[in-house]
């Protein structure tokens, strides 16, 4: 059963040209993150290696005090862009993976209880879910930026910068995941074999976990791969607003909004090369996700 | 009926308790408004004393209930930054920022619902493909870099469009209206793109996807069976049962697209309340901060209490249930 | 449907409404806080209200002191605590009543009120008297050689309009309140106030019996201000021509505008100075080697070329040309050398280096974190393993004040244009009087003596031999880095012929037209 399934998938998957593409795009971005150390050419995080006098270097040109010559160019501070890029794209990618599956696993695990169990549990966490979404997820990151800055003490403040981000978007997804799980869970749980599980006595949690799970991930699946494009776009917008990862250690985000300032002034590489690849990231995991989206759901065939 | 009306209504009160909490209590802690105040040159004392005025020694509670209290009068205290009511900067304010958020609202409900159905009908069309993964675009790049490209674009290179503000408005009664003047409507197209084309994504995907999915009812089958035009079904048919989840969508999104406008009134130097918010949270204007806060929480609870309350209305099988617990 | 959409947008760019010659839109960064003249002691607010009120003397285009609604001031030949003011005649306000002593009594005592703050500027002010309608004394605590310096930004108030309008003292924006000048202006300068919408658009159009008609080129008629926070947007304004002048031209758009088909930047140095602080009490900082270490670990000019493009002079004193007691050899800033750095790094004891944590803003200075983030990596190159925080400054100045940051991003202003004011914030020891900006721990008995002693000198080189002993003690002492002066830039039409203030505030009765 699985077997089949598994073969119908890679069917469909070898006979859609988008979905092969994307599906090479993201592969390429997060191994490339992944290897990040072996591929750049400097670390541009570690400050005593930046050399200020290389600051913006056009790519290709060599340096007019030193002489270097880098291949994408140099940002403001002399710092190798395709170094940053692969290192941004790395927090970029960090950021986004652990947040959905923060999302994800609040939403199915409150979805679950939600939709099965009912009653005033559900109302509540359906309550909950209200007051989430009366604050979208900026409102929401910057809330939380704005305490863990006003209760950490500095140092430690510097070290949470990631974990605030992946926890602010993470906290603020949860909800289009426990609506869609509790929605399909309230409709399995009607059926006639969970009727059956529960008279041979399996327990509340056994029959979520066993048999309400599987039936419901695909939209999860869905979802998640929508929300992770979704959190990294997020992580850009509130650097954008000053409460994304710092300077000395850039995610793609801060990447871009740092390269915005030279627009105007013709150092085009900065915002160019930052925003190409997160164009790239963004757009291939949308792409997936909309051919798993109609893959999954058999109805639209 | 008026139970669950009731009920539903007591739910959207604790909310918004929560929520005033929420604004609160977080702002309370972010920074101390004392040093942006006083200026530079102010004594110990001097601060000691301002602290004292602002109640900021007062217990926690009751900082919170005055606030409460107040915010129930529509009284949000002064903005430490500008001097003025709270409530009246708010008033001043909100006009610009509902109109930014009606117009970019029409623009992505407008033509998300054509692309949407453009692309269900020709679906698997060369076009609807490319229309498809082109708007994929508009969610894959950040507000702020899209608002400064379009600025790039149009104001700079082109000189077609205005780069910020409002342009000339009219004043009706405290409403301040942008829609009367010609370059008033001109301010508005940049900012209005730049906010609506994610809800405009959004939408077209929703469409699309709500009609494939009625086009493959039975009624709609039978339609065609039947020897009507597949023009006359797609229209006549397929599309009004599309539009209610479309637009009960769309409305519940106003509410985040105000939220949104913090990006791009920042981007336009929009004169709204999202920027007025973000300039409070720089300045650390705890009361303009709270307000804000507090506006936006009333907007989604009355949104989400009122697209509630019309499918109770609409769909009996709910009311059956919901009065059965 | 596309192209619908473009013919209407070219339909509607071709209307554009066209202004005249002598309206200046102009923009900068932020807005007034209040238009109320006391109340604050700011930028932005100041620089509003020079267009609508007169002070009894004014700083020029070029920073000196000029007569403004004083024609002349000397202190009392037979009592050197007493300054006498003779008042230009024949002033009147926007409303019509005539300017006279009575109102500079009751503006200077309004200055002084609770609610001001203006007030510490004229803290050394015993009694004002009015002598006749023309002429006023002001009697100092002790002589007060440098009291005309404090009064260029003490805006003047007609007594009978904030009597009956109920302004009679001014309104504390700390505590929230507003009342009618906060919205409404009375004064005597060369523009009248037509409409304002806090942050979003100032309206002024030229006063018809301005007393400087003759006087100054007059040749603006109309100002609508706008402020645009985004630099970006800002620039693209000005690129666009929607705005003729702009106070706060990004560094690395300086290329761009002046490139541009009519349009100029015009430069002038400010009077301010940028300058990183350390903690002399605790810490690897207390340490008097390793600041000095930190000191020429500093890459001034390559901070100067890439981080400022050229649009910054680098200093080794906290001080800018502009101030009184300022010297070619104190500016003189040491060669940039890490092995000398090293070296007394690895003489203090620390050749592993520390970790430290540097404090920044980011909204307050030009290019700030750039400057702080460049700093980051030359103190790596001595060891120092910094941590850059950077923040609005409405959260860094609390940090940077309190003493909490052993190492922290400031910059200073000099209004007066004298030591004096340097010393009394930065360098006498903190105590609720003075110092309020001095948390280095720095604490010197003598040298705060000798701060005390310069406000009631009268001997004008003594004084200034001992203004040049503070600073020989503050450098030895480096619990200041300095970094540069700060270069104003202002963006503008090529068809206006403006200086840049050194203060940064414009006053476009001297603006003329090409």
Not at chain 3, 70 to 94: C, E, I, K, M, T
Not at chain 3, 155 to 175: E, G, I, R
Request: negative net charge.
């Amino acid at each position: 059963m699985r077997r089949f399934l598994e073969s119908d998938f890679l069917y469909d998957f070898l006979r859609a040209p988008v979905a092969i593409v994307s599906f090479c795009v993201v592969s390429i971005l997060v191994l490339s993150a992944i290897f990040a150390q072996f591929i750049a050419p400097t670390n541009p995080f570690d400050p005593a290696s930046l050399e200020l006098m290389n600051g913006f270097t056009p790519p290709l040109e060599p340096n007019m005090y030193t002489g270097e010559v880098f291949l994408l160019g140099t940002d403001d501070q002399g710092r190798d862009l395709f170094s940053a890029i692969l290192y941004g794209l790395r927090i970029s990618l960090f950021v986004g993976l652990m947040a959905v599956s923060l999302a994800m696993t609040m939403g199915v695990i409150l979805g679950l209880i939600a939709g099965y169990v009912g009653g005033w549990l559900d109302n509540l966490i359906m309550r909950l879910a209200d007051i989430q979404m009366t604050f979208p997820s900026i409102l929401i990151a910057m809330l939380i930026f704005g305490v863990a800055r006003g209760l950490l003490p500095p140092e430690l403040r510097y070290e949470m910068a990631i974990t605030v981000l992946i926890i602010s978007i993470g906290l603020s997804e949860w909800v289009p995941f426990a609506r869609t799980v509790r929605g399909s869970t309230m409709v399995e749980k009607e059926k006639e074999y969970i009727a059956a599980a529960q008279l041979i006595g399996l327990k509340k949690w056994q029959i979520m976990i066993r048999h309400i799970l599987p039936n419901v991930l695909g939209p999860v699946l869905v979802i998640a791969t929508i929300t992770f494009a979704l959190a990294i776009i997020a992580e850009a917008t509130l650097s954008f607003l000053g409460v994304g990862a710092p300077r000395t250690e850039p995610s793609l985000g801060t990447l871009i909004r740092v390269g915005q300032d030279f627009l105007f002034s013709g150092e085009w590489w900065i915002l160019l090369f930052p925003a190409l690849t997160l164009l790239a990231l963004a757009l291939a995991v949308n792409l997936l996700g909309d051919w798993l989206r109609d893959t999954l759901n058999p109805r639209l065939k | 009926m008026l139970v669950i009306i009731f009920r539903r209504l007591g739910q959207s009160v604790l909310v918004l308790f929560l929520v005033a909490l929420i604004s609160f209590l977080i702002f309370r802690y972010v920074g101390n408004p004392v040093d942006n105040l006083m200026g530079q040159e102010a004594t110990l004392a001097q601060r000691a004393a301002l602290e004292e005025a602002l109640g900021l020694n007062d217990p926690f509670y009751k900082q919170y209930f005055s606030f409460v209290w107040n915010a129930l009068n529509f009284d949000f205290g002064n903005s430490y930054r500008g001097a003025l009511p709270v409530s009246d900067l708010i008033a001043s304010r909100l006009p610009a920022t509902i109109e930014l958020a009606l117009t970019s609202a029409i623009f992505a409900l407008f033509f998300g619902v054509i692309t949407g159905i453009y692309t269900a009908i020709r679906r698997g069309g060369y076009l609807a493909n490319i229309i498809l993964s082109t708007s994929l675009i508009g969610v894959s790049l950040p507000t702020f870099l899209i608002g400064v490209l379009l600025i790039w674009l149009f104001a700079v290179e082109l000189k077609w469009l205005p780069s910020f503000g409002r342009g000339d408005v009219v004043q009706l009664g405290w409403w301040s209206t942008g829609f009367l003047t010609l370059s008033g409507i001109k301010s508005l197209i940049l900012p209005s793109i730049t906010l609506g084309l994610y809800q405009l994504t959004l939408i077209m995907r929703l469409t699309r996807s709500e009609m494939l999915e009625v086009m493959r009812q039975d009624y709609v089958r039978f339609a065609k069976a039947l020897g009507l035009s597949s023009k006359q079904v797609n229209y006549k048919h397929a599309l009004p049962n599309t539009l209610v989840p479309v637009v009960t969508i769309a409305g519940l999104q106003l509410g985040s697209i105000v939220a949104f406008a913090i990006v791009t009134e920042t981007v336009f130097q929009w004169p709204g309340v999202g920027l007025l918010f973000i300039n409070a949270v720089y300045f650390v204007d705890i009361p303009v901060m709270s307000a804000y806060l507090l506006l936006v929480g009333v907007l989604f609870v009355i949104i989400n209490l009122f697209v509630d309350l019309l499918y109770l209305a609409i769909d009996p099988r709910l009311r059956d249930s919901n009065s059965s617990e | 449907m596309f192209h619908k959409i473009l013919l209407t947008t070219a339909a509607i760019a071709a209307s554009t409404v066209t202004v005249s010659a002598e309206t200046i839109r102009w923009a900068r960064a932020g807005d007034a806080i209040t238009m109320d003249p006391h109340a604050q002691n700011e930028g932005p607010t100041h620089g509003m209200n020079h267009q609508i009120y007169d002070s009894l003397l004014q700083r020029d285009m070029s920073g000196n002191i000029i007569p403004s609604l004083a024609l002349s001031w000397a202190a009392l030949a037979d009592n050197p605590n007493v300054w006498r003011f003779n008042l230009r005649q024949g002033v009147s306000y926007h409303d019509g009543a005539a300017f006279d002593s009575e109102d500079v009594v009751f503006s200077l005592n309004r200055a002084m009120a609770d609610g001001s703050e203006m007030k510490e500027l004229l803290s050394s002010i015993k009694d004002i008297r009015a002598v006749d309608a023309h002429t006023v004394d002001i009697e100092t605590n002790g002589a007060n050689p440098l009291l005309v310096n404090n009064l260029t930004n003490m805006f003047m108030m007609d007594k009978d309009w904030s009597t009956a309008n109920d302004v009679l003292t001014p309104h504390d924006v700390a505590k929230g309140e507003t009342n009618f000048a906060t919205m409404n202006t009375n004064g005597t300068g060369a523009f009248m106030l037509v409409s304002r919408s806090v942050d979003e658009k100032t309206v002024l159009t030229s006063n018809p019996n301005y007393w400087g008609k003759d006087i100054y080129p007059n040749q603006v008629t109309d100002i609508i201000y706008t402020p645009i926070q985004s630099a970006a947007t800002r620039v693209a304004a000005l690129l666009s021509g929607e705005v003729d002048i702009i106070q706060d031209v990004p560094v690395q758009d300086l290329g761009r505008v002046s490139g541009t088909d009519g349009l100029n930047v015009a430069t002038a140095a400010q009077n301010r100075v940028i300058f990183f602080g350390l903690d002399t009490v605790e810490g690897p900082t207390s340490n008097l080697k390793v600041r000095q270490a930190m000191n020429i670990a500093i890459n001034r000019d390559a901070i100067k070329k890439i981080v400022m493009r050229e649009q910054s002079d680098p200093t080794g004193v906290i001080m800018p040309p502009f101030v009184n007691g300022w010297t070619e050899a104190l500016n003189q800033y040491p060669d940039y050398d890490i092995d000398a750095a090293k070296g007394l790094m690895a003489d203090a004891g620390f050749a592993n280096g520390f970790d430290i944590t540097l404090n920044c803003p980011n909204d307050r200075y030009i290019n700030d974190e750039g400057i702080c983030q460049a700093a980051v990596g030359m103190m790596a190159r001595i060891g120092i393993n910094v941590t850059l925080d950077a923040k609005p400054k409405a959260q860094h100045f609390p940090i940077a004040k309190g003493g909490e940051a052993p190492f922290y991003m400031l910059g200073w202003g000099v209004p007066t244009f004298d030591s004096h004011y340097i010393f009394n914030y930065l360098v006498h020891t903190q105590t609720d009087k003075r110092g309020s900006w001095n948390p280095t721990g720095y604490s010197n008995a003598d040298v705060d003596a000798m701060i005390v002693s310069l406000e009631s000198e009268t001997d004008l080189a003594a004084r200034d031999a001992t203004i040049a002993k503070i600073w020989s003690a503050v450098q030895d002492a480096q619990m200041y880095l300095p970094i540069h002066n700060q270069v104003l830039n202002w963006g503008m039409k090529n068809n206006i012929d403006f200086d840049v203030q050194p203060e940064d505030t414009p006053h476009f009765q001297f603006l003329k037209f090409k």
